[in-house]
């Protein structure tokens, strides 16, 4: 595999697992999941692949376009302001609902 990015943080000696992850059907357990990333660590290959498959589940149910009533002129720039915008964690009213 060649060197670790990070050499000052010991990495683990563990594979992370399906029952580490998710716990009784409820959501990932993000915190153990990031935690254990961010030190290079890695899942097993069960594991990636639920992540893999309950994602692109999620995705295949969401719609890819965006619906706008006529005119566009202005709410189309705003449409493409808000996509940019769309890491902040705070509502910014933009269009008229």
Known sequence: MGTRTMTTIPPPTQLLTIDEIFVDDEPPKL???KSHLFAEGR??????????????TIFKGEKNLIELEAPITGKLFEC???SLL???????PVLPV
């Open 31 to 33: 915190d153990v999941l």
């Open 86 to 92: 769309g890491q902040h964690k705070t509502f910014i």
């Open 80 to 82: 493409f302001r808000i």
């Open 43 to 56: 899942l097993t290959e069960k594991a990636a692949l639920k992540i893999i498959n309950d994602t692109a």
